[in-house]
């Protein structure tokens, strides 16, 4: 497999679907194509007319969007481990992607995600807050329902966690103010070993993105 990616310290999406393959084990070839360059269109088009990062090449298949690509990885290399194995926790944790997926469009605007940004602060509307308010209330009754069987949203690692990890780069860097119970979860992901080596990667590109550098 390889999986065409983008900056490490700035592409939440391409996160996503490197974290599932990497901290699966999955042997796959990466290629980063850094963003906001001349030839970034044209280096991206090379893989998928989708214009978008990531993409997955899988011999002849192509798939792309983080969740598709998660959703392709579960079923033909993990027997669909990559979701809780409960009916009724899947159809929850899918909710919960979806919902990250296709919201929290102030979040994404006002705190980019920015590996390598230190004590960071913006300034904070009733929609930031509104967003933030929501991403701590879930994260808080996931873990207070799935605590017992391990430190994940699920309890065990998933695709759901995948799919949050972006958010834990910004409530960390942010400085966001979450609950204890969210503030653990963070500390949790943010120790994951692979999450360490994207972080430590990250803080080794050379690119800047002047949009994405907001925050004092």
């Known amino acids: ?9 700035y592409s939440s999406w391409s996160l996503r679907a490197w974290l599932l393959l990497a901290a699966k084990d999955l042997p796959f070839e990466e290629v980063r194509i850094p963003l906001c360059m001349e030839n970034t269109e044209s280096a991206i088009a090379e893989y998928t007319a989708a214009g978008k990062v990531p993409v997955l090449i899988d011999n002849d298949l192509t798939v792309w969007d ?12 993990l027997d669909g481990n990559g979701w809780p194995a409960d009916a009724e926790e899947r159809a929850v944790a899918r909710s919960c992607c979806a919902e990250m997926h296709s919201g929290f469009f102030t979040l994404r605007e006002a705190m980019p ?6 004590n960071r602060r913006v300034p904070m509307t009733a929609e930031l807050q509104e967003d933030i308010s929501r991403i701590d209330s879930l994260w808080t009754w996931l873990r207070e329902k799935h605590a017992p069987r391990g430190p994940w949203l699920f309890g065990e690692f998933s695709i759901a966690d995948c799919m949050f990890a972006p958010v834990v780069f910004r409530f960390s860097t942010y400085n966001t103010a979450v609950s204890d119970i ?12 692979k999450i360490q080596l994207w972080r430590e990667q990250a803080k080794g590109e050379v690119e800047t993105i002047e ?6």
Do not use: D, F
């Open 1 to 9: 497999m390889k999986l065409i990616i983008g900056n490490k310290n």
């Open 66 to 77: 983080s969740l598709a690509i998660c959703e392709y990885i579960s079923e033909q290399y």
């Open 113 to 118: 995600m920015n590996c390598r940004a230190v």
């Open 182 to 193: 969210s503030q653990n979860y963070i500390q949790t992901v943010l120790e994951h070993p």
């Open 211 to 216: 949009g994405e550098e907001v925050g004092m």
